[in-house]
Nanobody
Framework: VQLVESGGGLVQPGGSLRLSCEVS????????MKWSRQASGKERELVAT????????NYADSVKGRFTISRDVAKNTVYLQMNSLKPEDTAVYFC?????????????WGKGTLVTVSS
């Protein structure tokens, strides 16, 4: 099982980034996919969730209206489009999947990608 995040980096306040997470080794379409983040010295925060077939999404209040989660089943990839970035969005962002149905209880995580919002 692999989840490989990419797209992190340094961006100025107000800017945009798109994170990608390419997965392999499990049935992508049977997993809800999520993005969480952890800032230095803070608890990990669930940022966004997309259901297994992409029919529903949920967001933390802190990112609602600015971030968009999506998935491409053909590419086994989940994305996080981040707009109007703020310094408080600085964190390591993790992609993870939670199994549904017969895969319930399975939970896979990537190693994370660093996003730094600073002028």
């Amino acid at each position: 099982v692999q989840l490989v995040e990419s797209g992190g980096g340094l961006v100025q306040p107000g800017g945009s980034l798109r994170l990608s997470c390419e997965v392999s080794g499990f049935t992508f379409s049977s997993f809800d996919m999520k993005w969480s983040r952890q800032a230095s010295g803070k608890e990990r925060e669930l940022v966004a969730t997309i259901s297994s077939f992409g029919s529903s999404t949920n967001y933390a209040d802190s990112v609602k209206g600015r971030f968009t989660i999506s998935r491409d089943v053909a590419k086994n990839t989940v994305y996080l489009q981040m707009n109007s970035l703020k310094p408080e969005d600085t964190a390591v962002y993790f992609c993870h999947g939670a199994g549904r149905g017969r895969y319930y209880g399975m939970d896979y995580w990537g190693k994370g990608t660093l996003v730094t919002v600073s002028s």
